[in-house]
Nanobody
């Protein structure tokens, strides 16, 4: 299974950016987005159940970020609005193959993309 992220880059605070994650196979359980800033642990950003489309967000991004999927393309999107400098990080998408564990726990994901840098300038 391969996951390829795209859409990162530099954006000003208050701006928007959309990330894409294309999977080489149909996700079975869920796809999640995580981020990691230098010196920080990997942080949960969003997840979507592939069947049913239920979404999950932490309080830090709820209302600003939206995760969605295109079933026909095996692709997940992360729309990020009202970006803040503290959103700066490498963003990773991950595929959850089995239905064990919390959607917010990165240990429960089986495949990871290479990451894409998002930099929010103040």
């Amino acid at each position: 299974v391969q996951l390829v992220e795209s859409g990162g880059g530099l954006v000003q605070a208050g701006g928007s950016q959309r990330l894409s994650c294309a999977a080489s196979t149909r996700p079975i359980v869920a796809v999640g987005w995580f981020r990691q800033a230098p010196g920080n642990e990997r942080e949960f950003v969003a997840a979507i159940q592939w069947t049913g489309g239920i979404t999950y967000y932490p309080d830090s991004v709820r209302g600003r970020f939206t995760i969605s999927r295109d079933n026909a393309k095996n692709t997940v999107y992360l729309q990020m609005n009202s970006l803040k400098p503290e959103d700066t990080a490498v963003y990773y998408c991950a595929l959850k193959k089995y239905g064990f564990g919390s959607y917010s726990d990165h240990n429960g994901y089986d495949y990871w993309g290479q990451g894409t840098q998002v930099t929010v300038s103040s």
